[in-house]
């Protein structure tokens, strides 16, 4: 039986390749480290190997900033002399911002929100007024939770845009922001105190009542403000 069974079977048996690829050879045409389009992936043609470089922007703040704060000037132009130059934005406020736009996209909202601004200085959480925020109780769960009470939860089904909208009070609170830091005559940059005052200045918006629910208050408020329009004052 064994030996006509393997009587029947082809001289030649033709065996397919995997689907799967191999690993490339330094033979291979295929591996050319040359060719690759990142700059921060560099190629090495005697061994093959590849090493990432890390971009020298991600150690820059400057580029963060180029990045972002076009989205954090004032509405009102007018705010300005003609001669004189907008405020910039301290580091900690534009990833406050940026987390904020985040905090707003995993809630499911179509827009960035007073209530998202405040989720945003608490995830970025180094800034002076996150520690005042955290001294007096708040933290991100409690916000998450009086979001969920007072506003409810988004569509699950729904995908935000990468950078939401900001809703108008959230848009007055960085204007206060603003011009508070324009009223002072300090040459310094707006730091996130002045983001969180604005939002806290926004009475009717969800990030204040949410604050006010969570035992923030006016004295609150004139401490924060106090201690960051000390004189040469690093929001560190």
Known sequence: MAARFFLKLPSTIQLSQPSCTTRPTSSSPSFQPQSLHSPWLVGTKNNNTLSLLKPPHLSKRRS????????????????????????????????????AELEARK???????????????????TSLAAKVLRANGVTLSKVREEISKLLGKGDMYFFSLEHPPLTEDAQRAINWAVDQKLKSGDSGEITVSHLLLGIWSEVDSPGHKIMAALGFSDENAKELESLSSKPGFVDE
């Open 64 to 99: 963060i900033t180029a990045t972002i704060s076009s989205s954090l000037h004032t509405a009102k132009p007018d705010s300005f002399a003609s001669t004189e130059k907008a405020p910039k934005w301290s580091w900690r406020a534009i990833k406050s911002f940026t987390m």
């Open 107 to 125: 809630l499911k909202y179509t827009t960035t929100g007073t209530e998202a601004l405040f989720l945003g200085i608490l995830t970025e959480g």
